[in-house]
């Protein structure tokens, strides 16, 4: 009996069948999905891009087949307790349209505009065990199967990204990094179209470069293997095109980063921005002496003034003159103190007799 031939395959999809080997430390996204542009108006949110990749991860080896695949609530949660947000978020997914190059059915290039999936089934149980069941359609199918280039991907840094922009740039620099020239040179258009900034939104580029590219930079350099460089290039005093190179860290940097993912969530925004402060030890505490009791004294009165002071010097220069005549003379009482009272008269005895 002839043995029935396997289909055959492209690396994409031997690479995620290698990745289930490593308990789901790996997630592997083809590079057709992955350095793409999302269509005007199309911006997903960090929640919708984290689950497009951790339904990417579920299908793994298995994403090429017409089959249905199962993930439940709570791998999709993330440590969320709730499940409020989980319908919005699967809403956002079942609407991402993608735009990518292709054939026609003629076998022509092609602009290809559409969807990822056939069907999106969310079991209405809100138990941590409840399922999402998706099936890819065929265009997501076909791309699956053929694709030789892929972005593997640290799941634990990109859980760690808090930046939904952040996200797509780790998504490129996995696909990149590594190359012999890792590197992107793109319009600030399509710079725009591929990060998924919405329009209207952060129309300068100096708005562009400080509330998109430089916040991710610090999450990718502090958090992936390898680090982001930005470089503009100007036609005078615009910025035409800008240019991306993701570089491969040493050991070091590696082993650092490895080290950040397993610390605690709380306070890396400020470790990642080096705003964190480190307290100094405090020492032993020693004995210490009773103070001393406070001896009250009278406050000082004010220094006389120049006239006093030369009224009393000249008081004790002169010298005091006495006469020997009044020494020996008795001291009389005055002629006051000895008068006699006068006896009333009549007209104020008669002024004193009561009516």
């Given at each position: ?39 005007r ?37 993330q ?9 919005d ?8 349209r ?5 054939l ?14 056939d ?19 065929r ?17 634990a ?57 430089s ?6 350099d502090?958090?992936?293997?390898f ?23 040493d ?6 980063a ?8 709380a ?14 030890p ?14 009250k004294t ?20 002169e ?37």
């Amino acid at each position: 009996m002839p043995r029935k031939s396997l289909p055959s395959v492209g690396r994409t999809i031997r690479a995620a069948a290698a990745a289930e080997q490593h308990d789901g430390t790996e997630i592997v996204k083809p590079g057709e999905l992955t350095d793409i542009s999302f269509p005007r108006g199309v911006s997903p949110s960090l929640a919708a891009r984290r689950t497009l990749a951790l339904l990417l991860a579920t299908a793994g080896a298995n994403g090429w087949k017409d089959q249905v695949h199962r993930i439940t609530k709570r791998e999709i949660r993330q440590g969320h307790k709730s499940n409020e947000r989980l319908k919005d978020t699967l809403d956002e997914v079942a609407g991402i349209r993608l735009q990518t190059g292709g054939l026609s059915s003629r076998g022509r290039a092609a602009i290809v505009r559409a969807g990822l999936f056939d069907e999106l089934i969310e079991e209405t149980d809100d138990g941590d065990q409840s399922w999402v069941e998706f099936r890819f359609n065929r265009h997501t199918r076909a791309l699956l199967k053929d694709s030789n280039t892929f972005a593997a991907m640290n799941r634990a840094a990109l859980m760690a990204l808090q930046s939904k922009y952040a996200i797509t740039l780790y998504e490129l620099g996995c696909l990149y990094a590594g190359r012999r020239h890792p590197e992107m040179d793109l319009t600030v258009p399509d710079l725009r179209l591929k990060l998924g900034v919405p329009e209207g939104v952060y129309r300068d580029w100096t708005d562009l470069q400080r509330f998109v590219l430089s916040k991710a930079k610090l999450e990718i350099d502090a958090l992936a293997h390898f680090t982001l460089q930005v470089e503009e290039v100007r036609n005078g005093r615009k910025v035409v095109r800008v240019r991306l190179r993701f570089l491969l860290k040493d050991d070091r940097g590696i082993d650092a980063a490895a080290d950040e993912l397993e610390r605690p969530k709380a306070g890396r925004k400020a470790r990642i921005r080096g705003t964190v402060e480190h307290a100094e030890p405090v020492p032993a505490p020693t004995a210490i002496a009773a103070p001393k009791p406070v001896r009250k004294t009278r406050p000082a009165a004010d220094p006389p003034s120049k006239a006093v002071r030369k009224s009393r010097a000249k008081a004790v220069d002169e010298p005091v003159q006495l006469d020997l005549e009044d020494l020996t003379r008795p001291i009389l009482p005055s002629p006051e103190s000895t008068a006699k009272r006068r006896p009333p008269t009549r007209s104020q005895r008669e002024r004193r007799r009561p009516v």
